[in-house]
């Protein structure tokens, strides 16, 4: 039986493998080696690997850290409750301002099918919930994450989830720059990135 501080260890480095690996697979240099490889299944496989190494990382955390509840008021555990639930609202109504299709990789594997051109890049989308925040995504899995703080594994959870979206944040504002330039750099100046603290900018 792992100790308290043995499992934190493990579960930590878990998040670091999955931040390390990402960060690897979402830079230029591996994206150049794959593409050819994998061609108009680069950004689907791209998508499950993804998925399978983070559900990996909550299995071994949820096998290692403690599940137990922690002993919290009716009222506080209630409001955690209403946290997750408010982010998994943010979440859904934030998928649904994206193509789902080319950004899960459907639709580039559709379209080769049909042996129509492959879909470019997603238009900046600054409508509906990036009025408020230019990453509505990290916010709703923030919430998510805070809200499931209920016990060792889910605060760890979101300890650890928290700094990887910080991290992922940075990253993705690099990127986001370079892809759209200065409608972007504009769009920084308007609306915040993951905190709604200002009024809605218009579109």
Do not use: C
């Amino acid at each position: 039986m792992d100790t308290p501080l043995q499992a934190h260890i493990i579960y930590a480095l878990a998040w670091l493998s999955f931040g390390a690996v990402h960060s690897v697979l979402a830079g230029g240099a591996s994206k150049h080696r794959l593409e050819p490889m994998l061609g108009v299944y680069y950004r689907l496989s791209y998508n499950l690997f993804a998925t399978i190494h983070i559900g990996l990382v909550m299995v071994l955390g949820g096998a290692v850290m403690s599940t137990q509840p922690y002993a919290l008021e009716p009222g506080v555990g209630a409001g955690l409750n209403g946290v997750r639930v408010l982010g998994v609202g943010v979440l859904l109504m934030a998928l649904r301002e994206y193509d789902l299709g080319r950004f899960s990789g459907l639709s580039q594997i559709r379209a080769h099918r049909r042996g129509a051109p492959e879909p470019g890049d997603e238009p900046l989308i600054i409508h509906g919930m990036h009025q408020f925040v230019r990453h509505p995504l990290y916010l709703g899995a923030y919430l998510i994450f805070w809200g499931g703080a209920g016990d060792d594994f889910g605060l760890a959870t979101a300890i650890w989830g928290s700094l990887y979206l910080w991290i992922g944040a940075r990253h993705e504002e690099r990127s986001l720059l370079a892809l759209y330039g200065q409608a972007y750099a504009a769009y920084q100046t308007q609306v915040p990135a993951i905190v709604p603290w200002k009024r809605r900018a218009p579109n």
